[in-house]
């Protein structure tokens, strides 16, 4: 890959339309005249996202063979780690998904600095009488979500996401080599927990949006010699299903602008301990 990425980024205009730009002809393999057009609508969609958690406006969503995944959901007696990407409506397609879960409680794993807006949007995703707790990062978080998941509760996890937000492990996206952050796969290992990604796109401009949950990836025991290789099978997995939706929607990820931060080369892996370490204070929600 050329320099670009890295060096160029720091020079993007707005939201990175230059990486952008560059990502939709490099990775993607379109034509200028297609990067364009796809930069377009890449800036249509992202609007749609800050209405969607600063207006708390009611989207329309369909689940994907609901029943299914539903039933799923409501019989699993192991905790569940819901990992998703900032791909289409994903609040709205956390919705969909949270309205199937019952007898589980469910946090979120947020950054700790805290807004009203995210508040909102994150109390508008949870179904009435859910029981809810947005976890902010911080020390002791990991421990929080770790026991939660091995008494059975769900864990919202978005995972397409550079160092800045936590140790990484690397993966094939796109064609080349690239680090995403490899907690999701890690808490979900020291959790006992399944994983099931979920994904939610628009058809069209002023449709609702459609969500899909991938087949689940089973809990199984693994020994702490054995844990790095799964945490890398694990996300690996995650990575290749976002390559594949984002690849049918590219328009639509908001993380572009980050794509130079996942394709840097990471530091070297730091232990278990050091890998989840860093996440504390814990914010209730109703």
Request: glycine share 8%; net charge positive; hydrophobic share 40%.
């Amino acid at each position: 890959m050329r320099r670009f990425i890295v060096e160029r980024s720091t020079t993007r205009q707005g939201p990175g339309s230059d990486a952008l730009t560059y990502a939709f002809e490099e990775l993607l393999g379109e034509s200028t005249a297609a990067a364009r057009r796809l930069l377009d609508d890449w800036f249509f969609y992202k609007q749609l996202e800050d209405a969607s958690w600063a207006n708390g406006r009611a989207s329309r969503g369909v689940l994907l063979d609901a029943q299914r995944v539903g039933a799923y959901l409501s019989a699993c007696p192991r905790g569940i780690v819901i990992a998703t990407i900032h791909l289409g409506d994903y609040l709205e397609g956390l919705r969909q998904l949270l309205k199937w879960i019952a007898q589980k409680h469910v946090f979120v794993v947020r950054r700790k600095a805290w807004s009203e807006i995210e508040q909102r949007a994150f109390e508008r995703i949870a179904p009435e009488g859910t029981d809810w707790t947005v976890l902010r990062t911080g020390r002791g978080a990991a421990a929080t979500a770790v026991r939660a998941l091995r008494r059975g509760d769900a864990l919202i996890v978005f995972y397409d996401l550079p160092r800045g937000f936590g140790p990484t492990i690397e993966v094939d996206f796109f064609g080349r080599r690239a680090n995403f952050v490899r907690g999701p796969a890690e808490i979900a290992l020291l959790g006992g927990a399944d994983v099931l990604a979920v994904f939610a796109h628009y058809e069209a401009p002023g449709s609702g949006c459609v969500v899909e949950a991938m087949p689940v990836i089973r809990a199984r025991p693994s020994t702490r010699e054995a844990r790095n290789s799964r945490v890398e099978e694990i996300s690996q997995r995650l990575c290749k299903w976002a390559e594949q939706h984002i690849q049918r929607h590219p328009a639509q990820w908001a993380n572009w602008p980050w794509i130079h931060e996942l394709m840097m080369r990471a530091p070297e892996h730091q232990s278990d301990a050091e890998a989840i370490s860093p996440t504390s204070g814990i914010v209730k929600t109703q």
